[in-house]
Structure formats: C-alpha cells, structure tokens
C-alpha cells in the first residue's frame, strides 16, 4: 500500500487550513496543499492528483467555479467541496456546475474526511480501471471491423483467382501449357495459407500469456531460415549470433517476431539481379538482447515509414510473394507484449535494418 | 459508340488476375486489345496520352486503391472527349466498397470476381459494346 500513495491536492486561501489537513493526514497521504488556483493548475497539469478537495469561499475564485474548470481540463479527478456555510444555491450549483462527487462540511472530522478519501479514491481506480478497458475494448473493435473487411478480401482474392483459373482451364481447350494453371494455383493457394498463417499468429500472440523460457538464437534463427529457403535459394545470409550470456523470454512470441522479419528482408528484395543478402546479429546481454536484421532489398518510402506497422498496411511488394500487411503490425504486437522496441532504418533502393532491444528476464 | 475491338485496360495488383481477365476477355471474343497495370499510378501514367474505351479496376490495391484511383481520374481526364466507361471488379464482400462503387458517376457497374464471361458480355452489353 505504502508504494502508491493517495495523491491529494488541497486548495484552500487560508493558510491555517492547509497547515491543518496536512498535519492531519500527511502520514497517511501524498498531500499537495496551495493557496490558489493558479498553482493547484500547475499541479494538475504535472502530477497525476486522485482528489482535488477546494474550499468554496476564496477571494478570486471560489470552489465551485475552480471545480468547474477541473472538471473541463482534469475530468477524471474526483472533486470535494468543503464549505462551512451552505445555502441551496451553492449546492445547487456544486453538483450541476462544479460536477462535484462529494460535499463536506466544515470543521471536518478527521476520521470521516480520510474515509471519504479513501473511499473515493478506490472510484477514481475503478474508473481509470474502466476507462482502460473501454480503450482496449475499443481497439479490439477496431481491428474486428478491420479484420472482416480485409477478410472479405484478402482471404476471398486467392480463392476466386483459383475460381477464375478452373473456369478458364474449362473454357481455353487449346491450351497448351496446363501447368501454367496449376503453378497460378499453387500460388494462390500458398497466399491463402500465409495469410491464414499470419492470422493464427496474430490471435496466439494476442491470447496467450507471456513465458519465461530459455531462449535458443541460434536454433530460432536457423529454423526460420530452413523454412524460407524453400521459398527463395538465391538468398544469400550472414549469421552472428553471441548469446553465451543466458537469455529468457517468450520463445513462441520472439520466433514469431523472426520469422516475420527474416521473411520480409527476403520478400521485398530488389528485382534488378542483384544477389539478395541477410545480415542477421544478435547479441544477448544480461539486461537485454540487441538484434538486427538488415538486407539490402527494396527499402521503404520515407512516407510509408510511419504506416509499416498498422495492421493491413500493404507497399507495393515483389511480385513473387505480396505482403499481406499483417506481418509487421504482428511483430509490433508481440513485442508489445514481451516489453521489447524496435527500430527502423531504411534508404529507398537500398535495404533496411531492423534494430530490436528485447528484455532479458533471467535474473 | 460500338466498336468492333474495343480498347481494354486492366488495373489490378494480382498478376494472376490480371492474366485470367485478359485472357477471358480475348476467349470471349470481346477484344485483342488489351493492356494490363499492377498499379494504380502505372495505368494513371499510362492514360496521360491514351484514352481507351474500357477500364476494368480493382478496388483493394496497395499504395493507390481502387477508389483512389476514380478521384484522380475524375480530377484529371473524367472531361475527355472520347469516354471511357470504367468497371469496377472486385472480389470484395465488404458492403461500403459495393455501395461506394454503385455510388460514383464515373462507374458503370460493379462486376464480382471471379470475372465470368457471360456477366461480362452483358455488363459491356448494355454500355454499348
């Protein structure tokens, strides 16, 4: 409990006042006390209060009309008002002006003020708490709408190019090259399956909880690279891998987070002969691991560098194996989860480096 | 406006696609002329100096989708003499793209993928062609 503290600010144009509430409850409070508003503001703006509480009767401006300025700018911290006179007009206006949550009377008891701090502070997490959720609900629902409109197409777009295909076998007799269908067909069919591939990751990733594992850098990076291989054999890589320092994370979040990123310094390389390379270094230290993955493909339009990482955000890729927009907007999540960042360097028409700092839960 | 061989222009990302519409259309007898872009920007660039009777679009293309697209057209080359009626296709299910599609001026019917001969012949049909 003692780590975060009630952060309570009180406003009040008598010293005495402020004297008195913080000798009262300083042993129990993270008390912030000022003599007008302009100052209470400067706190507001910088630290985050739970509880404003404001005398009514100030020179300048008195509590209600303070509250009603809270509630504008700081809209989430709770706000009591303590006057010992009272007629309906101010309480009237308190509660639909000053959007007050709770109304003292002065001389204050000690036990029944800390009371009602604390028990409006337990709202004001309740709050937050909610508010977070509604965020994350709120981002979920967009990617839901996101998803079933891609969905509609880049899983429905292979499918009817395969459909097309099979009506156009049926119709062209002469062809004289039936093959020539089938590879269109197979590669329809593995564009379908990456797609569905990348999703399964990204709805494993968002699910399970992260694990602390031994991680293998050399094993994942060779496993990734097997696979690929089929896929493209001209590739030519360059493994550094120093991971003596023992290194522990969520292996199946980090294996995805490789296996994008290898696969796209594969994907878009350049379609002018040049021999595509892949430079991949890791090194793990004993608070972090360093990677970086760098080829010298296509690179990224600085006007694209900011979008790379949205969900279904597709560049004109090669022509072999379009992206399908998930791949990267995957490893930014994953790494989200593992606490890790990332980093992009890029000049167009010459390759691009990506650069990840992972945390290292060893102890 | 009938014209014995049509010019056709096909803007789609796959390359698939693209070989499958050409091919139909010259199975179906329709045109020889064909000509085939990957991108938006290429087939923009591409009607600069040529205005063909027919454009076949795709909607969801990366960097310059299929709508965007219609809004360069319309501020560029939509006051041409010559018309060239534009088809949008697509194997979109999404009902925003469907209605927006319907919606624009410049579009002359939204055809589903995958592209059929027969739904081709009479969307052409009943622009003329």
């Known amino acids: 409990m003692s780590k975060d503290r009630i952060r309570v600010l009180y406003l009040d144009d008598e010293d005495n006042n402020l004297q008195a509430f913080k000798a009262g409850f300083r042993r129990n409070f993270e008390i912030y006390t000022v003599n007008n508003a ?30 009603e300025r809270v509630h504008d700018k700081h809209p989430d911290v709770i706000r009591i008002l303590i006057t010992a006179y009272t007629n309906s007009q101010t309480i009237i206006d308190a509660v639909n002006k000053g959007r007050i949550d709770q109304y003292v009377v002065k001389p204050w008891d000690p036990n029944f003020l800390r009371n ?8 004001y997490l309740a709050r937050k708490e909610l508010k977070l959720k509604n965020e994350e609900l709120q981002k979920t629902n967009d990617e839901l709408n996101r998803f079933v409109y891609s969905a509609s197409h880049d899983l429905r777009a292979p499918l009817m190019s395969i459909l097309g295909l099979v009506e156009l076998s049926r119709l ?20 379908l399956d990456s797609f569905i591939q990348n999703i399964i990751e990204y709805y494993q990733n968002a699910r399970a909880e ?43 979040r980090i294996r995805v987070i490789l296996n994008n990123l290898i696969s796209n310094a594969i994907k878009y390389q350049k379609e ?45 890729s090669s ?33 691009t480096t990506f650069e990840l700092i992972l945390p290292n839960l060893h102890e | 406006m009938s014209k014995s061989q049509p010019h056709i222009i096909l803007v789609d990302d796959n390359e698939i696609d693209l070989f499958l519409h050409e091919k139909l259309i010259k199975l179906a007898g329709i045109s020889n002329h064909v000509d085939k872009f990957l991108s938006g920007k ?20 990366p960097e310059m989708d299929g709508f965007e697209f219609l809004s360069f057209y319309d501020r560029f080359y939509s006051d041409r003499e010559q018309e060239t009626r534009i088809f949008m296709v697509s194997s ?38």
Request: cysteine-free.
């Open chain 1, 38 to 67: 302009a100052d209470a503001f400067r706190i507001l703006d910088e630290i985050e209060i739970h509880i404003a509480l404001a005398d009514q009767r100030m020179p300048k401006m008195s509590g209600v009309e303070f509250f």
């Open chain 1, 116 to 123: 009602v701090i604390e028990t409006f502070h337990a709202t």
């Open chain 1, 172 to 191: 062209d007799k002469e062809n004289s090259d039936p093959f020539e269908y089938l590879q269109m067909i197979e590669s329809s069919v593995l564009k």
């Open chain 1, 210 to 252: 992260g694990l602390k594992e031994n991680i293998n850098f050399k094993e994942l990076v060779d496993d990734a690279i097997a696979v690929l291989k089929n896929t493209d054999q001209t590739v030519e890589f360059e493994v550094n891998i120093n991971d003596e320092l023992p290194f522990q994370n969520d292996e199946f």
């Open chain 1, 272 to 316: 002018d002969g040049t021999v595509p390379k892949v430079n991949i270094t890791i090194r793990t230290e004993p608070k972090y691991a360093f990677l970086s993955i760098q080829d010298n493909g296509v690179g990224i339009l600085q006007e694209h560098m900011e979008s790379i990482f949205k969900m279904f955000f597709r560049t004109k």
């Open chain 1, 319 to 351: 022509k072999k194996s379009p992206g399908t927009g998930i791949g990267l907007y995957i490893v930014k999540e994953a790494l989200n989860k593992i606490g890790g960042e990332i980093k992009v360097k890029s000049v167009y028409g010459e390759g």
């Open chain 2, 42 to 61: 290429a087939a923009l660039d591409y009607l600069q100096n040529t205005t063909p009777d027919i454009i076949l679009l795709d909607i969801q293309m």
């Open chain 2, 92 to 129: 979109s299910l999404d009902f925003g793209d469907i209605s927006k599609a319907k919606a624009s001026p410049l579009v002359s019917e939204f055809i589903k993928k995958p592209l059929n001969i027969v739904e081709l012949k009479e969307a052409l049909g009943r622009e003329g062609f």
